[in-house]
């Protein structure tokens, strides 16, 4: 109520003051757009007095009365459980290899998304391969892997190995450094012919004048049965090409007559193949070469004849992109040993020069005196040493053997190996 009134009052003071001012005595003033006068109302003061106004009096607020919140119930806690375990189909076990037993394989990469690319395909990134796992193997194979282990077959066992390693190289002479090129002997024995031709080779060769690679000896095995029907396997051990002179880089395949080549095979510790031999040889050679036949006439056996027919079977072995020490056939007919050669003495048995469907273009020959050669024959080196089923043998005690010789001959056993080569070898 005393609000209302300090209102009210304030107005009336405001409206008194109003009037005064409009209402009071006037005064004429000239003014610069016209000369009517006008009338200026004086102002009049007025005293305005400040009203002390009357106190607030503000109403307690009611307190309004909440209701109290009940604590939520805990939920009943169950006992933990182990869910039972869902049935794993499992794949059919695979045979699994030693390699793959001892080394762990390598995930894949995985292909996740991420935030979308362009033409709203999803952006892909590869997750980096984890790093291989090094796994030692065990000291002992047993179980399984021991089996595996027996039945993987092993692979042969190359130059240097237990098998035909340098051992069995040791009657090669060592070359030396000044010993002529292939190119370069065969300049000075371009006018040499027959056994003229033959001692001349025989003295580069056992002046160790022979390319290296040469000794690098490869295995070649021949299985069979033997007269008990027991299963026999025979590795014997073979040069990688036919007899040459010169280095690994400049060289020359020369034919020889049969009694030089026995002479050559004596000395250095091997002996010539049998006809089983050469074709197991064209058989499992790393290299196959088409044989190429040159004109018929006398000039097969000069020495300028055998220089053309080296050069292409060079070629030809370049073209095949094969190492040096990779074993080679079917460039060149082999000088063999056979039984026919005690039948028709005098002469040298010849053999070989597979086509290239394995079948050889000349079947055992003995039409040629024993002195012969042309430019188609060359000597294949055989180590006396073979192996039976892993053990080391002599090579003619197994050609002689009834039991076990015709695993290595068509022939059967051979008679008398070793006489047979020393009467060749006479002159």
Known sequence: MRLAKSIL??????????????????????????????????????????????????????????????????????PLTRPAPRPVRTAEAKPVTPKEAQTPTRPKPRKIASAVGTAGKPETASI??????????????????????SLTPKPAKRAGGALCGKQLTAGIPTRSLGAPSGSKFIKT????????????VEKQIFAGNIPRFLSDLTPVSLSGLDARGAPV??????????????????????????????????????????????????????????????QAGPQMSSTAYLWKHNQTVEAQRTAGRAGRDALVAGQKKDLVM?????????????????????????????????????????????????????????????????????????????????RLVASLASR
């Open 9 to 78: 009052a304030l107005g009336t003071v405001v409206l008194v003051a109003s009037c005064a001012t409009l209402f009071g005595p006037q005064k004429l003033v000239r003014t610069g757009l016209t000369d009517r006068p006008v009338r200026v109302q004086k102002p009049t003061r007025v005293r305005v007095g400040f009203v002390k106004p009357a106190p607030i009096i503000l109403k307690p607020v009611r307190p309004v009365r909440i209701a109290a919140v009940k604590p939520a119930a805990k939920p009943a806690t169950r």
């Open 189 to 200: 024995a371009m006018d040499l012919s027959g056994p003229v031709r033959d001692r001349a």
């Open 233 to 294: 396997k025979i590795t014997i051990c073979v040069a990688p090409d036919y007899l040459a002179v010169g280095n690994n880089r400049d060289y020359v395949r020369v034919p020889m007559g049969l009694p030089a080549a026995v002479e050559v095979t004596k000395k250095l510790g091997f002996l010539l193949p049998t006809t089983k031999m050469v074709d197991a040889i064209y058989r499992q050679a790393a290299l196959h070469l088409r044989p190429s036949p040159m």
């Open 338 to 418: 056979s039984n026919a050669l005690l039948r028709a003495p005098g002469r040298v048995a010849i053999y070989g020069w597979h086509r290239m469907n394995g079948k050889p273009i000349q079947p055992l020959s003995t039409v040629h005196g024993q002195s012969y050669a042309d430019y188609s024959h060359g000597i294949r080196l055989v180590s006396k040493t073979a192996y039976v089923n892993g053990k080391p043998r002599p090579l003619a005690g197994l050609l002689a053997d009834p039991t076990i010789a015709s695993v290595l001959s068509k022939e059967g056993p051979l008679k008398r190996p070793l």
């Open 128 to 149: 980096p391969e984890t790093a291989p796992i090094k796994v030692k193997p065990a000291r002992a194979k047993t179980g399984l892997a021991k089996t595996l282990a």
